[in-house]
C-alpha cells in the first residue's frame, strides 16, 4: 500500500486520552484505601497505573507511526507467539495464580497476561485471512471451519486459566469480524445453538460460576457471598444519585466493594461522580465507537475495515459486559473496563489496539 498519510482522528484522539486521564484520578480514589491497607502507600496503584498508562501511550504513539498494513507480515509471528504464551502460562512454576486462575507470566516486579494478547493477535490474523480470502467465508469447510478451529483452541487455552470472561471477549470479537466479512447467518444460526449448549455445559461444570448465575437472578439469597459483589455495587451506585457524593468520597471502597480499582471501578465512578459521570464516560465510550465506525467504513482497503472492525467490536464487547456486570444486567465476570480499570495488560493492550486505529485514522479516504 502507498503513503498517503493525513492526520490522525482528532475526536478519536481527545476521546482517549480522556478516558485515559479520568482513569487514572478514579484509580487513585477507589484504590487508596486498599493502597493504604496492604502497601502502606495510598498511592500504590495510582502511581502502577501511571505507569503502565506512560507504557501504553508509548506504545500507542509507535502504533500511531507504524503503517498498518505492514502488520501483515508479522501476523504469523504475533498470533504464534501469543499462542506459546497461552500455553506457556499453564505450565507450574512459569504462570502466577491469582484469584483462582493461573493466568500471569511473571516477568520481574511486573507480570503479563497473554489471554490479553491474544485477543489483539487474533484480531490481526483475521483481518488479515479475511481480507485475502473474502470469497471463502460463506464455504464452511474452507472458509469458516478452520477459522473456528483457531479460534476456539485459543479458547479452550485460555478457559484451561480458566478466564471465561476474556475468552468470552475473544470470540465474541471474532465472530463480530466473521459476520461483517459476509459469513452466513445459517452458520451462525447453528453455531448459536452449539455454542448455547457449550456454554451451558461450561457454567455447569464449575460449581462457583453456577453460584454467580443463581447470585445474578437473586443476589440477596446470599448477601455474604456469590451476590456479595453486585449487591456492593448497587449500593455504591444507588446513593451517588444524580451528581454524587464528590470526588474521594465513596464508602463502597473501604473494603465492602472488592478490588473497587479494577473490575468495578465504574460503581465508584457513579457513587463519587453520580449519573452525570457515569453518562460522561459512556458518551466518552460513544465517541470512540462512532469515530471507529467512521474509520473502518473509510479505510482505504479490506485489511484496514476489518482491523478496525475488530478493534472496536471488542473495545465494544468490553464496554458492555463490564457496565452490565456493574449495574445488575449480567452475571458477575471478571472483565476490566477499557483505559479505566487498573491493570498493566488489559491497559497496555487497549492503547496498543487505539493506536493501530488512529493509524488507520490518518489513511481514511477523504470524504
Known sequence: M???????????LF????????????VYSASAAWGEYRFSDPYHFAKRQLLFAGAGCVGMLFMMRFGYWRWRNYVLTTVLVCFALLILVLIPGIGLIRG????????GAFSIQPSEFMKLGMILFLAHWLARNQQQITRFRTGMLPLLAIIFTAFALIMLQPDLGTGAVMVATSFIM??????????????????????VGLIASAPYRIDRITSFFDPWNDPLGSGFQIIQSLYAIGPGGLFGMGFGESRQK??????????????VIAEEGGFIAGVVVILLFAVIMWRGLRTALLAPDLFGTLLAVGIIGMLFVQVMINIGVVIGLFPVTGITLPLLSYGGS??????????????ISAHTRVT
Open 178 to 199: 466473521l459476520f461483517i466479512a459476509g459469513a452466513k447467518k445459517a452458520h451462525f444460526a447453528w453455531l448459536g445453538t452449539i455454542g448455547a449448549v457449550g456454554f
Open 254 to 267: 473501604y473494603f465492602y466493594l472488592p478490588e473497587p480499582q479494577t473490575d468495578f471501578i465504574f460503581a
Open 100 to 107: 483462582g486462575a493461573q493466568s500471569w507470566i511473571g516477568v
Open 2 to 12: 502507498k503513503e498517503n498519510k493525513q492526520a490522525v482522528d482528532g475526536i478519536l
Open 346 to 359: 488489559s491497559l497496555t493492550l487497549m492503547l496498543l489496539a487505539l493506536g493501530i486505529l488512529l493509524n
Open 15 to 26: 476521546a482517549i486520552c480522556a478516558l485515559l486521564i479520568i482513569g487514572v484520578i478514579m
